[in-house]
């Protein structure tokens, strides 16, 4: 029989026990907070074979949207079609009152490795969008810079896992860079200051033969 959770072992105590606890966990919660007190920007690596790698970053681009700082997107692969995103994101990329946009979109890449089947062309295009991911890393204007897929280049080859190393130390300190995609190498994992990995538990496509959606894939 599982173990219950801590959770339901506290919602499972009587009222004044229970408040005890809560309040205890309260302490220990506000006395972990009080002792961070660090500030850096960070290295964030979004890897592994589930979804949602690209939908978990581009949610750190809304809050940094939300804050008022500028970003820029530079997608690796998905640039031969339109993704959904860049539309709900065009809002930002506009300049106001004079001042340059909030946000930079470059999807530069030409789709899938399967669909462009020229190897050095793929090379060409992923080193050309890791120059334009220079100029955005190394700019201390943009608070967060998303690099889409770039694992993926890494992985395949097109990129060195050095010049991205190297690049990463052009940036700024308060900055956070963002970089997804599966198959990060180690090098990049140890480096970076937080990483998360999506693990892959069922799939529609694999299982059930459902294409990829709008809304969902794209």
Request: aromatic fraction near 6%.
């Amino acid at each position: 029989m599982p173990t219950p959770d801590a959770e339901q072992t506290a919602t499972a105590l009587p009222d004044e026990q229970y408040r005890r606890k809560m309040q205890r966990r309260k302490e220990v919660q506000e006395q972990r907070l009080a002792e961070r007190t660090n500030k850096k920007g960070l290295i964030i690596v979004n890897t592994g074979n589930g979804k949602g790698k690209t939908t978990a970053a581009l949610g750190m681009v809304m809050r940094s949207l939300g804050h008022g700082y500028r970003v820029a997107i530079v997608q690796f692969i998905k640039g031969a079609w339109e993704p959904a995103e860049k539309a709900v994101l065009d809002y930002w990329t506009v300049a106001t009152d004079g001042n340059a946009p909030q946000l930079e979109f470059h999807a530069m890449g030409e789709g899938f490795t399967w669909e462009t089947q020229d190897r050095d062309r793929d090379i060409a295009v992923a080193q050309t969008a890791w120059e334009k991911a220079l100029s955005f890393i190394g700019n201390a204007d943009f608070r967060t810079v998303l690099l889409d897929e770039v694992n993926v280049a890494l992985k395949l080859g097109y990129l060195q896992v050095e010049q991205v190393l190297a690049g990463l130390d052009q940036k700024p300190d308060d900055s956070h860079i963002i970089l997804t995609g599966r198959g990060a190498p180690q090098a990049l994992i140890d480096r970076a200051d937080l990483v998360t990995e999506m693990t892959l538990i069922k799939h529609p496509f694999r299982e059930q033969g459902v294409k990829a959606q709008p809304g969902i894939e794209y």
